[in-house]
T-cell receptor, first 113, second 116 residues
Framework: ETGVTQTPRHLVMGMTNKKSLKCEQH?????MYWYKQSAKKPLELMFV???????ENNSVPSRFSPECPNSSHLFLHLHTLQPEDSALYLC????????????FGEGSRLTVL | AQKITQTQPGMFVQEKEAVTLDCTYD???????LFWYKQPSSGEMIFLIY??????QNATEGRYSLNFQKARKSANLVISASQLGDSAMYFC?????????????FGKGTMLLVSP
């Protein structure tokens, strides 16, 4: 079992649907992240939660809404998405400043029709 | 301006040979960290190696080594004795500052293909 688990692995949704991506980390880390990976673009940081508090929100449209109910779980709520939002969404966690190594999940592949 | 530049979209190497993946970075911070990640087709980003800006020795992890040239702002990844399982996307990333969390900036990646 990987340290960071993401569900679902694949999601297809229409533009009017509401869905959620879930991330769970089993590593005891204190920070969690959402990254977006689109084709031929660098990974884009979307949100950062440190000690369950949102500390960064990189100009992400409001149709993406994160939630961090505790230090082990992170959600990304999706509604009224656009086709250009189709991408691989990666969750990661880290512990403290230390080396700053991020531990990633396998990602949720989202397709918006 | 890009903070992390990977100039090689794709690289080919034969099994058992060594390969160098290029990475240059741009920062005005004195304290920063450089990372390499591997992403196989499954999607998961796998941490390979880390180099801190104050580390005097080049980092090594098994077959991976990081050729850190601070004055040139380069952090190339060297993979020795390539294996078929090394075929994947490779990303260079940088962390700036010393906050309590790690926002990494990633490059666009290099696709490595290892042939028999």
């Amino acid at each position: 079992e990987t340290g960071v688990t993401q569900t679902p692995r694949h999601l297809v949704m229409g533009m009017t649907n509401k869905k959620s991506l879930k991330c769970e980390q089993h590593l005891g880390h204190n920070a969690m992240y959402w990254y977006k990976q689109s084709a031929k673009k660098p990974l884009e940081l979307m949100f950062v939660y440190s000690l369950e508090e949102r500390v960064e929100n990189n100009s992400v449209p409001s149709r993406f809404s994160p939630e961090c109910p505790n230090s082990s779980h992170l959600f990304l709520h999706l509604h009224t998405l656009q086709p250009e939002d189709s991408a691989l969404y990666l969750c990661a966690s880290s512990q403290g400043p230390l080396t700053g190594e991020l531990f990633f999940g396998e990602g949720s592949r989202l397709t918006v029709l | 301006a890009q903070k992390i530049t990977q100039t090689q979209p794709g690289m080919f190497v034969q099994e058992k040979e060594a390969v160098t993946l290029d990475c240059t970075y741009d920062t005005s911070d004195q304290s920063y960290g450089l990372f390499w990640y591997k992403q196989p087709s499954s999607g998961e980003m796998i941490f390979l190696i880390y180099q801190g800006s104050y580390d005097e020795q080049n980092a090594t992890e098994g077959r991976y080594s990081l050729n850190f040239q601070k004055a040139r702002k380069s952090a190339n990844l060297v993979i020795s004795a390539s294996q078929l399982g090394d075929s994947a996307m490779y990303f260079c990333a940088m962390r700036e500052g010393n906050s309590g969390y790690s926002t990494l900036t990633f490059g666009k990646g290099t696709m490595l293909l290892v042939s028999p």
